[in-house]
Each structure stands twice: as structure tokens, then as C-alpha cells.
């Protein structure tokens, strides 16, 4: 079993930056993909980014490119997703996603909100 926890988020405001952590723990070694959706308030859960480990392929929504940076610490199990020049429509909770051989794992959040 895998169990997935992030961490980072806060209350910031537009125009600075956040770094959350997704923390992985138990059976990692099964996992080959991480994602990074989020959910806004009233809204359906939205991809954002994802990172895969076999070969290093890394992907964002157009709507985070550029503002948006995933990243991997294979060594501590973490997996960052570093999000820079927050505007008030990233108000969202942000939820990690990982898996592999058939397994899906999410973690239970963190929320994100943007004070104008």
C-alpha cells in the first residue's frame, strides 16, 4: 500500500509563489507516475501537472505553463510542485495522484488560497 500526503499550502498573496511537497510512503517502489490536480471552490478536479519516473517525461495544463515547475526528490519520496506568480483563480485545494502496475493513490489535499 501506498499513502500519499501533501503539504505547503497556505494563504499568499497574488503574485508570490508556493512550493507544495507530496510526500510518498509505504510500497514507492511500485510507483512510476505522480500528478498534481487541484480543485477549485464549486468546481471539478482539474489536472495541473505530472511526472513520470521510468523515463523522466514531464507534462503541464497549458494553463500552468511557464508559471508552474514539478520536480522529483527520488532520495526523500517527495515530489514539489513549485507554483510561482499565484493569481487569485489558483485558489484551489491541490491534491497529489500516484500509481503504477495498476494502482491509483491520492492524497487528501492541501489548500491553496490567494488574497487579492
Known amino acids: 500500500q501506498v499513502q500519499l500526503v501533501e503539504s505547503g499550502g497556505g494563504l499568499v498573496q497574488a503574485g508570490g509563489s508556493l512550493r507544495l511537497s507530496c510526500l510518498a510512503s509505504g510500497r514507492t517502489s511500485s510507483m512510476d507516475y505522480m500528478y498534481w490536480y487541484r480543485q477549485a471552490p464549486g468546481k471539478g478536479r482539474e489536472y495541473v501537472a505530472e511526472i513520470r519516473r521510468s523515463d523522466g517525461h514531464i507534462d503541464y495544463a497549458d494553463s500552468v505553463k511557464g508559471r508552474f515547475t514539478i520536480s522529483e526528490d527520488n532520495a526523500k519520496n517527495t515530489v514539489y510542485l513549485q507554483m510561482n506568480n499565484l493569481k487569485p483563480d489558483h485558489t484551489a485545494g491541490y491534491y497529489c495522484?500516484?500509481?503504477?502496475?495498476?494502482?491509483?493513490?491520492w492524497g487528501p489535499g492541501t489548500q491553496v488560497t490567494l488574497s487579492s
Open positions: 495522484n500516484g500509481g503504477g502496475g495498476g494502482a491509483d493513490h
